[in-house]
């Protein structure tokens, strides 16, 4: 599986990049830069090629996933994670689009396994996403009022869903479609702030 591992010894915590559609591992780290450049960071290529682009799961010609496809590449990323920071007391996601989706399954098929997640435009429905229990993660997702691709109405539910499993879900919201914005970095940064200052991340 290719990817970007860089380890820190000042930090028991590791950043996992998750980049969107055609991106690459590298992509978000301006992202855990501007959070915590003390962590290790670790970023995941998506294995699954779609037109060329990178993708981490496969989408279906009428924009459907395939559940149990879904499933195994969530397995296998997980036991890549844990073979690659074996050592890391806690990890943190970091997800974008297709990435902020896969994040978003990881998180429940295995929510001991991580501490926080970010999720930059996710879209996915919850009916693919385990029950998995979410009590004391952090979660915050990320939304575009004009995004055609995940509408905000979407990522609601996804709030409410995590919300339901336990988790402390936040939801921000920009004027703006599917493109990344530097006011999301900004958001996300207080809210790494304010859970790392209450010892919560």
Do not use: C
């Amino acid at each position: 599986m290719k990817h970007f591992f860089h380890y820190s010894d000042e930090s028991a915590h590791v950043f996992i990049l998750l980049h969107g559609m055609g991106g690459r591992e590298t992509d978000l780290l301006p992202v855990s830069a501007q959070l915590d450049p003390s962590m290790s960071v670790l970023g995941i290529r998506g294995e699954v090629g779609e037109k060329g682009n990178h993708r981490y799961f496969t989408r279906l010609e009428n924009g459907s996933f395939d559940k149990k496809e879904l499933q195994n590449r969530t397995e296998e990323i997980i036991r890549f994670i844990q073979k690659k920071a074996e050592n890391i007391e806690h990890l943190h996601l970091i997800g974008y689009s297709n990435g902020a989706n896969m994040a978003a399954s990881l998180l429940t098929s295995d929510p001991d396994l991580f501490t926080s997640a970010l999720l930059f435009h996710p879209s996915i429905s919850t009916h693919y996403l385990e029950n998995g229990n979410l009590e004391g993660k952090k979660v915050l997702m990320t939304a575009g009022a004009i995004d055609q691709q995940a509408p905000p109405g979407q990522t609601a539910a996804l709030k409410k869903f995590f919300t339901g499993l336990g988790a402390s879900a936040s939801l921000s919201l920009t004027d703006h479609g599917h493109e990344l914005m530097k006011s999301e970095f900004d958001v996300a940064a207080e809210w790494w702030k304010s859970n790392e200052e209450d010892g919560e991340v």
